[in-house]
């Protein structure tokens, strides 16, 4: 089993930028594909990134594409969301996920491991 735990969530003003980050602990989150979702009030949950275990393949929805950045340290089981030029439409609680497909992650299907998520609000 994996436990997940998001960190870096707050309150930014418009134009600004959070970097989140997931721990991953118990077995190794190396051996994950690891992605980011979030769920704005009144709205689905959404796909945001993915990044493959090795790091070297990302995947972002349109809407964030130029402005965040995935990334991982698997000596540190983390993974990260550099996000920039926030916007008030990303005000949403953003959850970090874990699978053994990226392509399940990249697709916005259901993840086999979750984070309990962090609140991100941007002000405008």
């Known amino acids: 089993q994996v436990q997940l735990v998001e960190s870096g969530g707050g309150l930014v003003q418009a134009g600004g930028s959070l970097r989140l980050s997931c721990a991953a602990s118990g077995r190794t989150g190396s051996s994950y594909a690891m992605g980011w979702f979030r769920q704005a009030p009144g709205k689905e949950r959404e796909f945001v990134a993915a990044?493959?275990?090795?790091?070297?393949?990302?995947y972002y929805t349109d809407s964030v594409k130029g402005r965040f950045t995935i990334s991982r340290d698997n000596a540190k089981n983390t993974v990260y969301l550099q996000m920039n030029s926030l916007k008030p439409e990303d005000t949403a609680v953003y959850y970090c996920a874990a699978d053994g497909s990226l392509g399940v992650l990249k697709s916005g299907s259901r993840a086999t491991y979750w984070g309990p998520g962090t609140q991100v609000t941007v002000s405008s």
């Open positions: 990044i493959s275990r090795n790091g070297g393949i990302t």
